[in-house]
């Protein structure tokens, strides 16, 4: 059989590694308190379940459903980015449903990508950044997404500094993994950049519900004059609404880029099932205090492992967003690589974490700590760090 060419731009996965040594500890009966995987824990809202279960008793609800989204669910998303962002959308020609937020992105870079296209891309990142316009075929720039960065000087330089004209950039605020916050000044900046370029904006904003301080609160990109000339931008239900195996998400903004987006998609899925659009609608029209109660659950655990973590001899940043603590590895193991250090605490702490380098070569010196682990959890986990740190 002939070497499939594409699959050979695709790096070793890292976090494979980590999770070999993770299952085999499992199997040998130990508890792996895991802050690996980004993956909610929380139960779904019980009045979201009870709209699916009522909707799934409709044998009509069983069909294909649409591509692009049932009208109620992207009237119901352009109802919500008006009451939170004040943000106008036509749910007509402006909103598509996708199947979290990650295949919007992928399906994006191939509504994209041509072999010679340049992108402009984070990094760390969360991969689907990276790797939907790599298994495109088209070229990538990373820029720096750390905190002693200037976002907006770092993007200028990698554009003025390519060699071919970038098509798009890529941002994800609050980032995962890194969870930076931007401000609604760089957002202006890089709008008026981009029209000025001609360069379109892909905007990540899957974690807009998921802060702690109210002068932290998420904007969209969407609410800056002139946004919706060069801009798309992501959302998923997955942490807002503790919905990950759900797959609900959205794209959003310009006009064109959204109908070529639901073109693409017509070619390659009928939607998700028509029962889960249904219970959406109801998460989109739910009171914010449900919102509220998942952000306070993030927070606590923030609250809890920052402190225990720092208790037991490993001071980790507070994050201002998102569900992940983006941590430098401590003082006493900083010669080790984010992959040895990752093993480390699985083989003698029995804690599992994300490396920085699964998140691309800048994210090296680094890991990422999830959290999706109760109260008990963290501060166990804090013991047998302790042992380890000593």
Not at 37 to 52: A, R
Not at 161 to 174: D, G, L, M, Q, R
Not at 243 to 261: D, K, Q, T
Request: proline content about 5%; glycine content about 6%; some cysteine.
């Amino acid at each position: 059989m002939k070497k499939l060419e594409k699959l050979d731009r695709l790096p070793p996965y890292v976090f494979a590694e980590v999770n070999r040594i993770k299952d085999d500890a499992r199997s040998k009966g130990k508890d792996i308190i895991d802050f690996g995987m980004g993956n909610p824990d929380s139960p779904t809202p019980k009045h979201i379940v009870d709209k699916l279960i009522e909707a799934v008793q409709d044998p009509k609800s069983h069909r294909y459903s649409s591509s692009k989204g049932i009208s109620g669910l992207r009237k119901a998303q352009a109802e919500y980015y008006e009451r939170r962002f004040n943000v106008k959308l036509n749910y007509e020609t402006e909103v598509v449903a996708t199947l979290g937020s990650k295949e919007g992105l992928a399906n994006m870079a191939q509504v994209l990508s041509i072999p010679s296209d340049t992108f402009l891309v984070p990094n760390p990142a969360y991969p689907i950044h990276a790797f939907g316009f790599i298994i495109s075929g088209a070229n990538l720039i990373h820029y720096r997404i750390n905190e002693e960065i200037d976002l907006m000087t770092e993007i200028a330089e990698k554009v003025e500094s390519s060699k071919t004209p970038v098509k798009a950039i890529v941002i994800n605020f609050p980032s995962n993994p890194t969870a930076r916050i931007c401000s609604r000044d760089f957002y202006k900046e890089i709008v008026l950049y981009a029209i000025k370029k001609d360069i379109i904006i892909l905007s990540d904003l899957a974690y807009s519900e998921i802060y702690f301080n109210e002068d932290d609160k998420p904007t969209s990109i969407l609410e800056i004059d002139g946004a919706k000339d060069v801009a798309v931008e992501f959302t998923s239900m997955s942490k807002t609404f503790s919905m990950p195996g759900w797959r609900m998400g959205f794209a959003v903004g310009n006009e064109y880029l959204i109908s070529a987006l639901t073109r693409i998609k017509s070619y390659l899925d009928y939607g998700a099932f028509t029962p889960i659009q249904v219970a959406s609608v109801t998460a989109l029209n739910s009171d914010e205090k449900f919102i509220d109660d998942i952000r306070m659950v993030y927070k606590e655990r923030r609250d809890i492992l920052i402190e225990s973590f720092s208790n037991a001899g490993w001071d980790i940043p507070a994050p201002k967003a998102t569900m992940f603590a983006w941590s430098p590895i401590p003082e006493k193991y900083k010669e080790m690589t984010s992959l040895e250090f990752s093993k480390l605490l699985l083989e003698k702490a029995d804690i599992a974490v994300s490396p920085g380098l699964g998140f691309g070569e800048y994210g090296e010196g680094f890991v990422r700590l999830s959290m999706v682990e109760n109260e008990q959890r963290v501060r166990q986990a804090a013991r047998n760090l302790r042992k380890l740190m000593k």
